[in-house]
């Protein structure tokens, strides 16, 4: 019994190391597969169908700007009101020797002799662009003598870019008128300029006129006779009169211009008139008064009128002259 027993228990044993045996056999033999099929996720046997969706990104294009041209970023820089002209070569090459006022980013033209750079800053500027020619001139009263006559006498052949822009101007001007003699009583003698056939003092004259501008060309006649001083006195004394009867209207001062050289008359001189002129401008800078010394289109590095811009050897100008003169007064224009 006992040997039957034992017996029993080695076929037992002999029976589980083959069942364990056959186990470690199988493993070996399909481990692989044992492994990538415990990594695999469930899969949901209901889904027969797998769709692969693409997403198309949708890329919208913004649309193009335009890129500004030189001339785009020239017309942006041009002032309401203004526009660019080519220069004469007068103008050009005043420009070209221009100097800058400090701080101001503005130009002048270089003083004339007998004036400092200084006292030149307080001049009108320089200007590239220009207001439109001929309404520009419509708004200006030009007060003056027998040079100052001929913005009006010769209107229709002075040009400016082949037209005619001083068509409509205003012009209040007498031969042999001075600042001494506008701001006198009306009487026999006196010469006041004529408005409906009478002598009229010429801050009434004015009043009466709807430009904005009052631009004075008077003081050549005075030198005759006046000192710098005194004739810088007279000229207040008219301001005050037409801002009495105009406070809207801007007033503007003009520099005398200059002589023949050898030309001289009593104690008038063109070294006088650079001396007056300072005087003037002195005066303007004082009280806030716009100068513009539009004499400098006329006159040489000497301070003297070339011959052939003067009609009569002696002060008074030529057309062309003129053209210099209205082509100056654009590119130094008051800004109301």
Same mark, same amino acid.
């Given at each position: 019994?006992?040997?039957?027993?034992?017996?029993?228990?080695?076929?037992?044993?002999?029976?589980?190391?083959?069942?364990?045996? #056959?186990?470690?056999?199988?493993?070996?033999?399909?481990?692989?597969?044992?492994?990538?099929?415990?990594? +695999?996720?469930?899969?949901?046997?209901?889904? $027969?169908?797998?769709?692969?969706?693409?997403?198309?990104?949708?890329?919208? #294009?913004?649309?193009?700007?335009? $890129?500004? $041209?030189?001339?785009?970023? #020239?017309? &942006?820089?041009?002032?309401?009101?203004?526009?660019?002209?080519?220069?004469?070569?007068?103008?050009? =090459?005043?420009?070209?020797?221009?100097?800058?006022?400090?701080?101001?980013?503005?130009?002048?033209?270089?003083?004339?002799?007998?004036?400092?750079?200084?006292?030149?800053?307080?001049?009108? *500027?320089?200007?590239?662009?220009?207001?439109?020619?001929?309404?520009?001139? +419509?708004?200006?009263?030009?007060?003056?003598? &027998?040079?100052? &006559?001929?913005?009006?006498?010769?209107?229709?052949?002075?040009?400016?870019?082949?037209?005619?822009?001083? !068509?409509?101007? /205003?012009?209040?001007?007498?031969?042999?008128?001075?600042?001494?003699?506008?701001?006198? *009583?009306?009487?026999?003698? &006196?010469?006041?300029?004529?408005?409906?056939?009478?002598?009229?003092?010429?801050?009434?004259?004015?009043?009466?006129?709807? =430009?904005?501008?009052?631009?004075?060309?008077?003081?050549?006649?005075?030198?005759?006779?006046? !000192?710098?001083? @005194?004739?810088? +006195?007279?000229?207040? #004394?008219?301001?005050? !009169?037409? +801002?009495?009867?105009?406070?809207?209207?801007?007033?503007?001062?003009?520099?005398?211009? *200059?002589?023949?050289?050898?030309?001289?008359?009593?104690?008038?001189?063109?070294?006088?008139?650079?001396?007056?002129?300072?005087?003037?401008?002195?005066?303007?800078?004082?009280?806030?008064?716009?100068?513009?010394?539009?004499? =400098?289109?006329?006159? @040489?590095?000497?301070?003297?009128? *070339?011959?052939?811009?003067?009609? @009569?050897?002696?002060?008074?100008?030529? $057309?062309?002259?003129?053209?210099?003169?209205?082509?100056?007064?654009?590119?130094?224009?008051?800004? /109301?």
């Amino acid at each position: 019994m006992e040997r039957d027993r034992k017996i029993s228990i080695i076929i037992n044993l002999a029976a589980v190391f083959i069942v364990i045996l #056959t186990l470690l056999i199988f493993f070996v033999i399909y481990r692989e597969r044992i492994f990538d099929s415990l990594s +695999k996720p469930p899969v949901d046997e209901s889904e $027969t169908e797998i769709t692969l969706e693409i997403t198309t990104l949708e890329i919208t #294009t913004l649309p193009e700007q335009e $890129t500004e $041209t030189d001339e785009d970023l #020239t017309d &942006s820089m041009i002032p309401e009101g203004y526009i660019e002209v080519p220069k004469s070569d007068f103008m050009q =090459a005043m420009f070209d020797n221009a100097i800058e006022i400090p701080g101001s980013g503005e130009k002048i033209e270089l003083p004339p002799a007998g004036r400092s750079e200084e006292l030149q800053q307080s001049i009108v *500027p320089l200007s590239e662009y220009i207001p439109e020619p001929f309404e520009y001139f +419509k708004n200006i009263v030009f007060l003056g003598d &027998s040079v100052t &006559s001929g913005f009006d006498l010769y209107k229709i052949k002075i040009k400016y870019n082949e037209v005619d822009i001083l !068509r409509d101007v /205003n012009v209040i001007a007498v031969a042999k008128y001075g600042v001494y003699y506008a701001i006198q *009583p009306i009487s026999d003698t &006196s010469s006041h300029p004529l408005s409906e056939g009478k002598q009229t003092l010429p801050e009434d004259i004015i009043a009466e006129k709807d =430009a904005k501008n009052v631009f004075i060309c008077l003081g050549l006649n005075d030198l005759t006779f006046a !000192r710098p001083v @005194d004739f810088v +006195k007279y000229y207040a #004394t008219l301001i005050e !009169r037409i +801002k009495e009867k105009s406070p809207d209207k801007n007033i503007v001062i003009m520099s005398v211009t *200059p002589l023949v050289e050898g030309q001289e008359a009593h104690s008038l001189n063109n070294n006088v008139i650079i001396e007056a002129n300072n005087a003037l401008l002195e005066f303007a800078k004082e009280n806030g008064i716009s100068f513009i010394d539009y004499a =400098a289109a006329i006159r @040489d590095e000497n301070n003297n009128l *070339p011959e052939e811009w003067s009609s @009569d050897g002696y002060c008074h100008i030529t $057309t062309p002259a003129y053209e210099r003169l209205v082509e100056y007064l654009l590119h130094h224009p008051i800004k /109301n």
